[in-house]
């Protein structure tokens, strides 16, 4: 039985949590790729609101495995109190496995992640101040601490004796705080303590969970537009977002994936510095982020809100293979009169109609857009694309002709039910849910 991929095609936040919820009830397992706790998923069930750092967004399934891949950075703190939260409010944490590979985001990464950006002023990267840049640094420098080695305090202390002396160093140069062997190894040990129970082998864990034929769906965090390879350097997370990180983020192999699902919202929205051609500065671009509640999930700062852009959605689809897509936050534009789409910039003179893999290029780019009539209506309560007001669905097929593939989920609300569902979508099938 093949996997299937969640990818976010924009900015990150496309709502890939919702996307996540709704999809894996007929699954068997949920494992998070990449990222860590810069990640924030909401999920909505009734009236209960879960956000989600770094557990995949099948937990509050009882009857699901979620699997921290070996890709992910992983806070023990934040990933403890996660785990208490959820156990907290009646969710069973046991079936959670985190990689023993996955690398251990220490308090020195955070601190440099910090005392960099404050640095770097006025070009800084506007990261979440997670660690999540000095920890996949030091992962591909070989200096990284992995989750298992904190279950072996000798490896432990070693480890940290290693790497210390030169981020005191490089902390101190930049008037940040220092720490010492002793209270990292302390607390370090402590962390292993909590998590041993949860700590596994994952990748045959997912291996066999194929082999057994059950379904396996993985939950990618950020978006394509922030991928590390594919984004706009610098102005991008430290992993790969794309449907690729899934593989080696996962373990797995290409040929075990059969449907990417690609989750984008009606309009953009982008946290952080970096180029971004269709941004909103006027009241309507602050209009849609009262009503879609823009605001970062991990750090509360204001997300910067943009037209859809058809441009880098071409490109996502390219390079995530995307099968099918989830619309999500349509119900947000009702009101909203005309509606604007880019779908080609304007870079030097010349009309350009795929997205430049350089960042100055983009910097430069002018939106050419191509504008819809609104509609006026709530369209939180339609449950089918028939109900969609006219122009609704005028604009959802045209982003989909943009696409090239099928829009098969689209979302009014952000509860679990308020969705649309296509005659035909991935993973229905296999559920026995007659079409
Ligand atoms: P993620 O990081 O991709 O999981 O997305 P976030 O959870 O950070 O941000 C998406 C926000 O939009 C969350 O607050 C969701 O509850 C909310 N949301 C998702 N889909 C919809 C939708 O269709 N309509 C509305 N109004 N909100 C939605
Ligand atoms: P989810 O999974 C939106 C952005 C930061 C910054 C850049 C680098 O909820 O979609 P980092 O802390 O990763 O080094 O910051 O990436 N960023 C996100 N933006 N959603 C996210 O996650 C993000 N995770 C990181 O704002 O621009
Ligand atoms: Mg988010």
Same mark, same amino acid.
């Given at each position: 039985?093949? /996997?299937?991929?969640?990818?976010g ?8 949590g919702?996307?996540?919820d ?17 990640a ?31 890709g ?27 990689s023993?590979?996955?690398h ?11 005392? $960099?950006?404050?640095? !770097?002023?006025?070009a ?11 920890t ?6 070989? #200096? ?5 080695d ?6 432990l ?11 005191? !160093?490089?902390l ?18 402590? %962390?292993?303590?909590r !998590?041993?129970?949860? &700590?596994?082998? =994952?990748?045959?864990?997912v ?10 769906l ?19 997370? *430290?992993?790969?977002?794309? /449907?690729? +990180? ?15 699902? +690609?989750?984008?919202? @009606? ?6 510095a ?6 909103? =500065?006027?009241e ?8 879609g509640?823009?605001? +970062? ?8 809100v943009?037209?859809f852009?058809?441009?880098? #959605?071409?490109?996502?689809? @390219?390079? $995530? *293979?995307?099968?099918?897509?989830? !619309? $999500?936050k ?6 909203v ?17 795929? %997205?430049?893999?350089?960042? /100055? ?13 609104? %509609? ?14 006219? $122009?609704?669905?005028?604009?959802v097929? @045209?982003?989909?002709?943009?696409a090239?593939?099928?829009?098969v &989920?689209?979302?009014?609300?952000p ?7 296509r005659? %035909?979508?991935?993973?229905?099938q ?6």
């Amino acid at each position: 039985m093949p /996997a299937t991929v969640i990818v976010g095609l924009q900015w990150g936040d496309e709502g890939k949590g919702k996307t996540t919820d709704f999809l894996a009830e007929q699954t068997a397992m949920v494992v998070r790729y990449q990222g860590g706790d810069n990640a924030g998923h909401t999920v909505v069930r009734g009236d209960e609101v879960f956000k989600l750092r770094l557990t995949p967004s099948g937990v509050l399934y009882p009857h699901i495995t979620s699997v921290i891949g070996n890709g992910v950075v992983v806070n023990p703190v934040t990933l403890i109190s996660e785990l208490d939260m959820l156990m907290e409010r009646g969710i069973d944490v046991g079936r959670v496995r985190v990689s023993r590979s996955s690398h251990v985001i220490m308090p020195y990464h955070v601190a440099l992640d910090r005392a $960099n950006e404050e640095r !770097l002023g006025g070009a800084a990267v506007g990261t979440t101040g997670r660690g999540i840049g000095p920890t996949y640094g030091d992962r591909a420098w070989r #200096l990284g601490l992995r989750m298992e080695d904190l279950l072996d305090a000798a490896v432990l202390r070693e480890r940290i004796e290693r790497v210390l002396p030169d981020k005191n !160093l490089l902390l101190r140069s930049m008037d940040a705080e220092t720490f010492t062997v002793e209270e990292l190894v302390a607390q370090a040990a402590r %962390w292993g303590e909590r !998590l041993r129970d949860h &700590l596994d082998d =994952t990748t045959w864990l997912v291996q066999a969970a194929l082999a057994r034929g059950q379904h396996v769906l993985l939950e990618g965090a950020q978006g394509t537009l922030l991928d590390l390879d594919h984004g706009s350097y610098p102005f991008v997370t *430290s992993s790969n977002p794309v /449907a690729g +990180g899934a593989c080696t983020g996962g373990g797995i192999g290409p040929l075990q994936v059969d449907e990417v699902i +690609g989750v984008m919202k @009606a309009y953009s929205t982008r946290v952080g510095a970096g180029p971004y051609p269709t941004e909103l =500065t006027e009241e309507i671009g602050a209009g849609i982020a009262q009503r879609g509640h823009e605001y +970062g999930t991990v750090t509360g700062r204001p997300r910067r809100v943009g037209w859809f852009d058809a441009v880098p #959605l071409r490109y996502a689809v @390219a390079v $995530n *293979s995307v099968s099918s897509i989830m !619309l $999500n936050k349509l119900d947000i534009l009702s009101g909203v009169d005309p509606l604007r789409v880019c779908v080609a910039y304007e870079i030097d003179g010349r009309r350009v109609e795929t %997205w430049p893999s350089s960042g /100055a290029a983009l910097a430069r780019a002018r939106p050419v857009f191509e504008d819809f009539a609104g %509609w006026m209506e709530p369209i939180n309560d339609v449950r089918s694309l028939a109900d969609l007001p006219e $122009n609704a669905r005028r604009y959802v097929t @045209a982003i989909e002709q943009h696409a090239g593939v099928p829009i098969v &989920l689209v979302s009014v609300g952000p509860e679990r039910t308020q969705t649309i569902e296509r005659a %035909w979508r991935p993973m229905r099938q296999r559920s026995g849910i007659p079409t």
